[in-house]
């Protein structure tokens, strides 16, 4: 008998980590899988920076939650959202509002930086609201 109350979990969808969300890079020659949200971004920064190709990266897969990474920006780290399968803008808002540019602030997999006194509030309120905590 199948209860209707609670059906089984089959399977769960992965809560992303900065650091494991699987991306895709991709210019006019190829197109190269990457593991992290930081590490995608740096590259694509460094194959514009350095080989003068035009590069686009997006976060793939299915996920529980939304994939994000950190953003140290003035005094405070910020988190900054990616939709999963969508190409990631060279300029992207933080969870406040801030806008960066990728090429000019790393992306960070964790929520501090040497350079910053912490977290953003807006960004930490913005963050409970999302994850409901």
Not at 70 to 77: C, D, I, P, S
Request: proline fraction near 10%.
């Amino acid at each position: 008998m199948i209860d209707d109350e609670s059906p089984p979990l089959l399977w769960t969808r992965p809560s992303p980590r900065p650091w494991t969300v699987p991306c895709l890079i991709t210019t006019s020659s190829f197109t190269i899988s990457v593991a992290g949200i930081p590490g995608a971004a740096a590259s694509v920064s460094v194959l514009d920076r350095d080989y003068g190709l035009s590069a686009h990266w997006k976060p793939i897969g299915v996920f529980a939650e939304t994939p994000y990474a950190f953003v140290a920006l003035g005094l405070f780290v910020h988190v900054a959202w990616f939709a999963s399968r969508k190409h990631v803008a060279t300029h992207t808002p933080t969870a406040c509002g801030l806008w960066f540019d990728q090429r000019a602030r790393p992306l960070l997999s964790q929520p501090k930086s040497h350079d910053t006194n912490g977290p953003c509030a807006d960004c930490l309120t913005a963050w409970g609201d999302h994850y409901g905590q």
